[in-house]
Structures are given as structure tokens and as C-alpha cells.
């Protein structure tokens, strides 16, 4: 049985590493079939000794997983996995299909470097909002915008320089926003108005990080002793339960993984998400816990999209007292906020869409 065994992890591995070709890889996939088909029949022989011709044999013979595993290896013998590989082309689009493509003011601006002066004399397009809770907006023909920009800075070669320019200057002031944070949080370390990052040895010693460790140990030790009686009993089923524990103790390995590296140091490259917490509540079920900070530039660039650019310069230039600047900044302020809540909810959407196997998703805004 030792034999069939080791024949069977021989042909296997010869059929999911064709090195001696992929015709022969075929002939390798049957051998390793027809190997365990061998290594079944002997153990279900092991299990019931003396073969009888009734129903109540063959009602006990079917309990057995030898048995199971002996009629799935007959019946894929015969059989090849076939793997479907899909391949995305990517179409060329000329000048015919992009010449009508509309652009927003506020892309035309960021994308080419223009202002909004440069837009007005440009051709205007009211255009349905695919939103539902936004009025109809102004758009222009990105035709339009690409020549307005070539006519603006001579070359699209000025132009990627402009955009280089300013793309740097974006980095350098989030990096200066960054900086004056870490050193804001760090002079409140100081005069103690905030706890100080724990170790990562002392994370795993209380709390969540405690429970996790604790689920790694009594995982690994039932990993650990599964196999040894498999070995020592060559049950299939015992094998199948060991790698099952394998599993939770890689799981929980992932967790440890998660909460260690949320007590990190944040750097330029990764400011945006801290305080993550990870708590398994057993059963398959872990709670995961984050606080995510929203760039409140991008937001408001995700608003502006959906408005009339025209109309709000005008509502701009119509602002001549302190409450007309109120009333202005409380409209749009609000619909900044409506525009966040917004976000929240696809985000929301698309993590349940992404990860069927979560039961439910809470983002709120702090």
C-alpha cells in the first residue's frame, strides 16, 4: 500500500510539473489515477476483510471512504482536466470613435493643464447626469480640449512636462502634509495626550492579538497530531481532517500577520489607513476592524465632476457679502458631504461584491 502510495505522489507530481513533455503528462494523469484507484482497493480491502455478494456488504462498503475514493479514480480515469484560457485583446480605437468623446470641465483642467478661461470659448454640451441626484452638466469635446491645449503650450511635449511639474508638486505637498502630521502626532506623544505604539511582543499578549496566538497553538497542535495518525493509520479521512486544521492554522497565521503589521510605523507611501484590529470570534467568523482617512482633495475633484462648471463659476462671481460666502460654502459643503456618504456606499458594495463570503460591511465616517 506504502508502494501505491508513493506512486501515486510520483505521478502526480510529474503530471502538475510536465517535465518529460505534456503528451506525457496525459499518460501520468491516468497512471496516478489508476494508482489510487490500487491504494483504495487495498485499503477498503483492510477494512472489510471478507467480501460478500449482498446488499447489506454493499450498503457497508459504500460507507467508506475507500470506497468513495475508489469510484471517483474510475471515473476520471478515463478523463482529462481541460484548462480554458481566456485571452482579452485590446481594440485600437482611431480617430473616428474618440473625436466625439465628451470630458468635464474639471478633467479638461487636470488632465490638460488648462484654466478655466481657456474653456470658454469652446463648444458646450449639456448632457444628462448619470446620477440621479444631480441636474444635467456642461461637457466639452475632448477633440476640442486637446487642440485648446496643443494651442496653449505649443507641444504635446511642453504639455507632459507641465504635467510632470505638477505631479511632483502633488507628491511634495503630500509628503510636507504627511510630515507635519507624523510631527504633530509625535508632539502629542510627548506631552502624553496619546498612547504610545505598543511592541509587537506585547501585542500578542493581550486582547486580540492574545486570542489569536492561543487559536494558532491549539490549531498547530491538532495539525500536528492529525498527522501523525495518519501516518500511523493511513486513514484517508484523517488526512483530510489534518489538512482541514492545516488550513485554520494558516488562517490564524494570516490574522497574527494582519495585526502585526497594524502597529507599523506609516510612511509617505502609506498614511491613509491605522488603528486595525482583528478579532476571530471562532466558528469561521473574524471581525475586522479599520479606520480609514479620506483625502478630502479627491473627494471634493469627485464632486466637481458631477457640477455644472459653468454655473458654479457664476455662483463664484456672484458672491459679494460674508452671507452669500456662507450660504455658498453651507450648499456645497453639505453636498461634499452627501458626495463622501455616497463613496462610503460603493465602497460598501463593492467589498460584498468582492468578497461574497463577508455577512456584512459597516463603513462610517469619523
Known amino acids: 500500500m506504502w508502494l501505491s502510495r508513493l ?25 496516478a489515477l489508476l494508482a489510487n484507484a490500487l491504494t483504495s482497493a487495498l485499503r477498503l480491502h483492510q477494512r472489510l476483510p471478507h467480501f460478500q455478494l449482498s446488499r447489506a456488504f454493499l450498503a457497508q462498503a459504500l460507507l467508506e471512504d475507500s470506497c468513495h475514493y475508489l469510484l471517483y479514480s ?59 441626484d444631480t441636474e444635467s ?23 507632459a512636462r507641465e504635467k510632470k511639474l ?15 502630521q507624523r510631527i504633530l502626532r509625535e508632539y502629542g506623544d510627548f506631552l502624553g495626550n496619546t ?29 500536528f497530531f492529525k498527522f501523525l495518525a495518519w501516518i500511523y493509520t493511513g486513514s484517508a479521512s484523517m488526512f483530510s481532517e489534518a489538512i482541514h ?12 500577520l494582519g495585526i502585526s503589521k497594524s502597529i507599523q510605523t506609516p510612511d509617505p507611501s502609506h498614511p491613509a489607513i491605522h488603528d486595525v484590529k482583528a478579532t476571530d470570534l471562532g466558528l469561521g467568523k473574524v471581525r475586522f476592524k479599520a479606520e480609514v482617512d479620506f483625502d478630502g482633495r479627491v473627494v471634493t475633484r469627485s ?33 461634499i458631504i452627501d458626495t463622501l456618504g455616497a463613496e462610503v456606499d460603493r465602497l460598501e458594495k463593492e467589498l460584498k461584491k468582492r468578497n461574497p463570503e463577508v455577512r456584512h460591511v459597516d463603513l462610517e465616517i469619523l
Open 7 to 31: 506512486f501515486t505522489v510520483y505521478c502526480s507530481a510529474l503530471f502538475v510539473l510536465p517535465l518529460l513533455g505534456l503528451h506525457e503528462a496525459a499518460s501520468f494523469y491516468q497512471r
Open 74 to 132: 474510475l471515473i476520471f480515469v478515463n478523463s482529462y482536466p481541460v484548462t480554458i484560457k481566456a485571452v482579452l485583446k485590446k481594440r485600437e480605437y482611431g480617430p473616428k470613435y474618440t473625436k466625439n468623446n465628451f470630458i468635464t470641465g474639471v478633467r479638461a483642467i487636470n488632465e490638460f493643464c488648462l484654466k478655466s478661461s481657456d474653456l470658454e470659448q469652446l463648444r458646450k454640451i449639456r448632457r444628462r447626469s448619470p446620477h440621479d
Open 137 to 159: 452638466f456642461t461637457v466639452f469635446l475632448r477633440s476640442d480640449v486637446e487642440a485648446k491645449a496643443l494651442e496653449v503650450w505649443g507641444s504635446l511635449e511642453a504639455l
Open 166 to 180: 505638477r505631479k511632483e508638486a502633488e507628491i511634495e505637498y503630500r509628503e510636507r502634509l504627511f510630515r507635519n
Open 195 to 223: 498612547k504610545p505604539r505598543s511592541r509587537t511582543l506585547s501585542l500578542f499578549l493581550k486582547g486580540p492579538g492574545k486570542v489569536v496566538m492561543v487559536a494558532i497553538c491549539i490549531n498547530g497542535l491538532n495539525c
Open 245 to 256: 486544521s492545516l488550513s485554520d492554522t494558516c488562517n490564524q497565521g494570516l490574522l497574527a
Open 303 to 335: 464632486y466637481l465632476e458631477k457640477q455644472d462648471f459653468d454655473r458654479m463659476m457664476q455662483e463664484i462671481q456672484e458672491v459679494k457679502t460674508p452671507e452669500q460666502l456662507e450660504a455658498f460654502m453651507l450648499k456645497h459643503g453639505e453636498n
